[in-house]
């Protein structure tokens, strides 16, 4: 076991000189006997601008305050042996998988021996092969929205890394959307305040600077740290010199994890940030939490937020104020008028500057917030601080309720032989594509099991989804004799494995019943086969152009073990069926026959599965063709058709939802990262402008955003129970 690096102040007399000139609770580093710092930047994804300033602060604090600076890209470094000569290891902006096994092994083996681990920014974007390595930095990244202006509030006035701070800090930045909260595990300094901005996803609880024992060592991480700009802020520069000094213990902190805070999944906002309003206003109070409050509310008047969504919440916590007439507070969905979920009473407080808190459980709700204001005459009351309460996000391995469509029908001629797919349309690949888009993995090969397949299943994983769902083409063909090894690669990363019955020639009920029976066989025992629990654990076939064939009885043989499904939303064509899909992807943005087909599946006991997109264009793959597309503007044809999906008077509360496509690229349908910088001259589109993001943080734009809709599904499941 290494030794504990909590160090040992070089005097009395030092301890007592310093303590005058510091915040309580933070010791001086400055007698601390001088020590190592090793920085490491490489890269393997989205290199940031700003880590050669990164680098310089990091050497220029190290300068002041009795520490060296080793900076590197070489990950050769991380050995036992080459660890041992340093105190703390930097993660300055570090992107994609740096470290190999050994690697790896050699860092887990430091810090949890006594060293320090500090991670900046894109480190938590950062070995997404190595589960152990998000205990390590706390939470993985899942999105961000454009670089913005928002506000922190400070937690611990104490630690080091955040003694300097007020209560609050407004600053411009790069804020990370993380894929769980880390409150539970680790010991939050700084949040963002959601309400402050636009695009953040965390339910507003969200925790951006951290830090945690690792066993007898010590990680800090801080999501701060985008702009080169940050790095020549003396504040941003005093937070990063604490989170270095605490994680190499040149200075003790209380970091124990757990502690309390806006509760997981809360959302907050000042009253006085409404988006759209009738009658009030904001109004002066000194002693309001951001020095204002919603003021002079009459009775009908409203207010709407439309960075407060109610689907999930469960209760609405508000702090008020009256030394009016009182009233009642009612919380509404969509609209002032919308459904009402709850109401609170605000009885007379004694005075403006005098808050309490009222409280009022919610029904289901689905849409923005709005609170609309009832009672007698005259000014009611004001309202300081409002927080939405909802379930915490579950199923960290994936939603097994969503599944992709995948496709592993592409070849190259160095894997299958010979150009598969991607020449469609009279393209000449490997520059020119039958596809509008292309991919960040260039024309790639479904063979490629090690390179392609296993990239995919990251992505998978990274989507939130838990299923894929598998185009196959009959028996003995190129898919089938591929499905194992996909199977391989899908179970290395807890993603399970659905099938798409596609139209092979010669296919009949009966030739899906012994297909059926065939996969069973073949893959059944398979740690990828995907089974739905709640279902029977029934395994699940989805049959595109099911309408081709008129008699599906034969289907009533698998009833017991598979779940079929028919695509469709004409309910009269569903018989001997299991479920219900309708893979359309331009459907989708105005959901027809949605409803019905959910609520037949409801009262049938059927799955009922619609289908998602995030676009439609196949221009390139099929020349003249007149078929309708979608735009994907950005993600708002994305997000319509999740909130049709979601919404149960659209959408007809789904079992599951299916999303078209993780990788149909001749369809324009995927997920799937498409480059940002394609090859020139052949008039490719990419994912620029995707949820405010740009250049190669576009590129993973749909699979960030699959993954907030997972989350929002499963909290929906989750509340009906």
Partial sequence: MRRSRVRRLACAVALTLGAAFLSPGVQSAAAADPYQVLVLSKTAGFRHDSIPAGITALRQLGAAHDFTVTATEDATAFTPAGLAAYEAVVFLSTTGDVLNDTQQSALKGYVDGGGGFVGVHAAADTEYDWPEYEDLVGARFRSHPA????????????????????????????????????????????????????????GGDHPITWCHPQQE??????????????????????????????????????CSAGDPGPGPGGDSAE?????????????????????????????????????????????????????????????????????????????????????????????????????????????????????????????????????????????TPDGSGSWRHWQQGGHTPPEAIGADLYPKLGPYDSGDIAGAVDQHMKWVQRSGAGVIVYSWWGQGGYEDSLAGDVMDAAARHGIEVAWHIEPYGG???????????????????????????????RNAYYVFESLKIQDWSALDAVEDTAIVLAQTTDTS??????????????????????????DYAKANGLVWAPSVAPGYLDDRAVPGNTTPTLDREDGASYDLEWNNALDPAIGGDPTWVSVTSFNEWHEGSSIEPASSSPPPGHGYATYEGAYGTTGEAAETAYLDRTAYWADRFEQQLRERG
Avoid: C
Wanted: proline letters at 3%; hydrophobic letters at 35%; charged letters at 20%.
């Fill in 507 to 537: 296919r009949t009920a009966a030739s899906v019943v012994d297909d059926i029976a065939y996969l069973e066989g073949k893959f059944g025992d398979h740690p990828a086969f995907y089974r739905d629990a709640a279902n029977g654990d």
């Fill in 217 to 254: 060592g010590r990680s800090f991480y801080t999501g701060l740290g985008h702009t080169i700009e940050s790095f020549a802020d003396p504040d941003f520069r005093q937070l990063l010199l604490g989170g270095v000094q605490y994680a190499a213990g040149a200075v003790e902190a209380d």
């Fill in 147 to 202: 670089i913005q202006e928002a506000r922190l509030t400070t937690e611990d006035h104490a630690h080091p890394a955040t003694a300097h701070l007020d209560d609050t800090w407004t600053r411009t930045d790069e804020w990370y959307n993380y894929r769980s909260n880390p409150r539970s595990d680790v010991h939050v300094l700084q949040s963002l305040d959601e309400s402050s901005y636009s695009g953040g996803e965390m």
């Fill in 271 to 411: 009253a006085e940030a409404y988006t759209s309003s009738s009658g009030v206003q904001s109004a002066a109070h000194g002693s309001a939490s951001g020095g204002a409050t919603l003021g002079y509310i009459d009775h009908g008047d409203w207010a709407g937020y439309s960075s407060l969504d109610t689907a999930g919440a469960t209760a609405l916590t508000a702090r008020v104020s009256s030394a009016g007439a009182g009233g009642t507070i009612e919380v509404r969905a969509g609209s002032a008028t919308g459904p009402l979920l709850g109401s609170a009473t605000v009885a007379p407080t004694g005075g403006w500057e005098t808050f309490t808190e009222v409280t009022t459980a919610l029904t289901a709700g689905t849409g923005p917030l709005f609170l609309r204001f009832t009672g007698g005459a005259g000014a009611l009351f004001d309202v300081d601080r409002i927080t939405l309460t909802r379930a915490p996000a579950t199923e960290d391995e994936g939603s097994s309720n969503v599944h992709l469509f995948y496709y592993p029908w592409y070849g």
């Fill in 573 to 598: 064509k569903v018989d001997h069926f299991g479920g219900i899909y309708t893979y359309d992807g331009i459907a989708g943005a105005t959901a027809p026959g949605w409803k019905n087909a959910g």
